[in-house]
């Protein structure tokens, strides 16, 4: 009976022990359940590093200034870098504040975890430049953001701008990132990430439906294209490898060609606002006739979380947390949405 109450009284002991170590104000961890502050789960993981706070679903949300100070890249870049960074927590007052910056569009692309990422300079001193991102409406975190639509819109402005050193106004939460090599990044690791709103200044060329005088090298200068900087080869949009390559990044077509790019299967994008490229890509020969709709007998994969369809052979075909198959034709009866806007053929 002595030695069972001397085990006892060496067990409670060693309890007590590790207790003591618990620092103070912290309460011990007694189970895996989630934050009460976290979001319902939808969506397909996409990043890591304060992915929270990049997609606007972290702890501080509620403490964020909505309304936009103005602002300059050569201000934002002459802020001092934090020393620490928490993961799901923002650091006042840079990260807690939305600004309103207008700026030199240097280019952007779509990167592996679903962000447009786009390098802005200041209009001033165009040799500081920062970073902008616009997260996936269907990536983990952002797909329950309060603020998707805003990504939506945001991601299908930056699709009809030309990639061309264009003036933009850019809406966006102050970040710190951790500086690894990100082309355009600024020397203090700030950016405008997410990104609300992104609209074209007056002397920026946003595509549009062109004349029926403008001359086919006009009609190049307007029409955007996705650069697979990898192979040399351009793709027109809408087709199964724009935007989805490794390595890449959108300019117009005739940008493309004056730097040596390809188009795909020898074929060139048609006129900038059909919408569909009207060349033969992947095998598929494209009918500039068929409109928004597409083929409406295409196999598609519904998003049913975000509200939005991916056609095949694209990064998020079948590959997102919630979801179903059906046609084209009844998912647009259903409501949803082609991602980026981009109809399926």
């Avoid at 936009?68 to 001092?80: F, I, N």
């Avoid at 701008?161 to 690791?189: C, M, Y």
């Avoid at 005739?254 to 188009?263: S, T, V």
Wanted: glycine share 10%.
């Amino acid at each position: 009976m002595k030695r069972g109450e001397t085990l006892l009284a060496l067990l409670l002991s060693l309890v007590g022990s590790v207790l003591a170590f618990v620092p103070p104000g912290r309460p011990a961890v007694y189970g895996f359940s989630a934050p009460q502050h976290e979001l319902p789960a939808c969506g397909t993981y996409c990043g890591t590093e304060r992915w929270s706070v990049k997609t606007l679903s972290d702890a501080d949300r509620d403490k964020v200034d909505f309304t936009a100070k103005e602002a300059t890249v050569g201000w934002l870049v002459s802020q001092e870098h934090p020393a620490q960074s928490p993961a799901d927590q923002r650091i006042g007052p840079i990260e807690t504040q939305t600004y309103k910056v207008r700026a030199r569009l240097i280019s952007y692309k779509l990167e592996q975890d679903g962000d447009f990422h786009i390098v802005i300079a200041d209009v001033e001193d165009p040799g500081k430049t920062m970073i902008a991102e616009i997260p996936s409406p269907d990536c983990a975190g952002a797909c329950a953001s309060a603020h998707v639509e805003e990504f939506r819109r945001a991601r299908a402005v930056i699709m009809e701008i030309s990639n061309q050193a264009s003036s933009v106004s850019v809406v966006g939460l102050g970040f710190f990132d951790f500086l690894h090599g990100q082309t355009g990044a600024a020397p203090n690791g700030i950016e405008l990430h997410p990104v609300l709103k992104i609209e074209p200044e007056s002397d920026s060329s946003l595509r549009s439906v062109s004349s029926p005088k403008a001359s086919a090298e006009n009609k190049k200068k307007e029409v955007s294209v996705w650069v697979n900087t990898s192979t040399g080869v351009y793709h027109c949009l809408g087709t199964r490898w724009s935007g989805t390559t490794t390595s890449g990044t959108f300019m117009t077509e005739a940008g493309a060609q004056e730097h040596g790019y390809r188009p795909a299967y020898g074929n060139e994008c048609g006129p900038a606002g059909t919408g569909i490229a009207s060349q033969k890509q992947d095998g598929t020969v494209r009918n500039p006739e068929a409109g928004r709709a597409g083929n409406p007998d295409v196999r598609v994969w519904v998003n049913t979380s975000s509200g939005v369809y991916h056609c095949p052979g694209t990064r998020w075909y079948g590959n997102t947390k919630h979801g179903e198959y059906m046609t084209q034709k009844k998912a647009q009866d259903g409501g949803y949405r082609p991602a980026y806007d981009i109809v399926c053929h």
